[in-house]
């Protein structure tokens, strides 16, 4: 199993930035793939970024420019920078490990944007 702990959420104003960081420990030798997914509620869980073994990234056409994705093979996390927060952003955010088949996940961080 692997485990997840999220940190780095809280409250920003619009236009504000923060840092999302997930560690990770357990079986972490098999994870393709990397990624972060939140929550706004009343709606869908849904993809934000991820990224895999080899370094490919992707993101939602929400946050594409905005939001960064990275990963540091030596402290075994991998983190999100946002930056230009929008009201939009808000929502629980989840750090999510997958090989393809199956998916850990963490508790959440909540990211509040408000002014």
């Known amino acids: 199993q692997v485990q997840l702990v999220e940190s780095g959420g809280g409250l920003v104003q619009p236009g504000g930035s923060l840092r999302l960081s997930c560690a990770a420990s357990?079986?972490?030798?098999?994870?393709?793939?990397w990624a972060w997914y939140r929550q706004a509620p009343g709606k869908q869980r849904e993809l934000v970024a991820d990224?895999?073994?080899?370094?490919?990234?992707r993101y939602v056409d929400s946050v594409a420019g905005r939001f960064t994705i990275s990963r540091d093979y030596a402290k075994k996390t991998v983190s999100l920078q946002m930056n230009s927060l929008k009201f939009e952003d808000t929502a629980v955010y989840y750090c999510?490990?997958?090989?393809?088949?199956?998916?850990?996940w963490g508790q959440g961080t909540q990211v509040i944007v408000s002014s």
């Open positions: 357990g079986n972490i030798f098999s994870i393709l793939t």
């Open positions: 990224i895999t073994s080899n370094g490919r990234t």
């Open positions: 999510n490990v997958g090989n393809g088949v199956l998916n850990s």
